[in-house]
């Protein structure tokens, strides 16, 4: 079975960068899939942060393009977030994702992490 | 904002089958693959339907997919109060180089 587990602070305060990590266990992270961050601010929807592939090929959202980079490290099977000069408009649960080959639907998912910016 | 568009709200009593639309363009929902979403409160989301049709292992057949232009539809045949959640549509937009990924705006299921 899959799984995913984020780790990383709650609290950032604005202007900062977001540090995230994604630990993979259950599936090498070199497994021909992508690998993705997903989140969702307090009583909004769901929206998609960006993707890695094993050989570090990204993918991200145009709106958050200028201030995200999405890493992998396949020796300790993880994959990393980052978000720079962020705001309380970043504040929200993050999500760590498998995304499938092909259709890139995230199969696979961690159980979120509440990140609040504020100082 | 959302390039996906979802009815804000559906409801229908026990037993009942609710439908839901995902809205898209050409460039996303016209040309590729669709999946569904359910979000329940407090828990991750879970993978209801991918490539348009098909259901993961365990995810049972009171939820089908279906797909037909720029439009894509999650069906949900004998509701039940466990059905109580929000629910998102998703698919590849190949409108930039590289592409992204896209959710719909989400559509709640509220059973009567």
């Known amino acids: 079975q899959v799984q995913l587990q984020e780790s990383g602070p709650g609290l950032v305060k604005p202007s900062e960068t977001l540090s995230l990590t994604c630990s993979v266990s259950?599936?090498?992270?070199?497994?021909?899939?992508?690998w993705g961050w997903i989140r969702q601010p307090p009583g909004k929807g769901l929206e998609w942060i960006g993707n890695?592939?094993?050989?570090?090929?990204?993918s991200y959202s145009p709106s958050l393009r200028s201030r995200v980079t999405i890493s992998i490290d396949t020796s300790n099977n993880l994959f990393s977030l980052r978000l720079t000069s962020v705001t309380a408009a970043d504040t929200a649960f993050y999500y760590c994702a498998r995304q499938m080959r092909g259709s890139s639907s995230p199969d696979y998912w961690g159980q979120g992490s509440l990140v609040t910016v504020s100082s | 904002q959302s390039v996906l568009t979802q009815p804000p709200s559906v409801s229908a009593a026990p037993g009942q089958k609710v439908t839901i639309s995902c809205s898209g363009s050409?460039?996303?929902?016209?040309?590729?693959?669709v999946s569904w979403y359910q979000h329940l409160p407090g828990a991750a989301p879970k993978l209801l339907i991918y490539d348009d049709n098909k259901r993961p292992s365990g995810i049972p057949d009171r939820f089908s997919g279906s797909k037909s232009g720029t439009s894509a539809t999650l069906g949900i045949t004998g509701l039940q109060t466990g059905d109580e959640a929000d629910y998102y549509c998703g698919t590849w937009d190949g409108s930039l180089s590289p592409g992204f990924f896209v959710f719909g705006t989400g559509t709640k299921v509220t059973v009567l």
């Open positions: 259950g599936d090498s992270i070199s497994n021909g899939y992508y």
């Open positions: 890695v592939y094993q050989t570090g090929f990204t």
């Open positions: 050409s460039s996303n929902v016209g040309e590729n693959y």
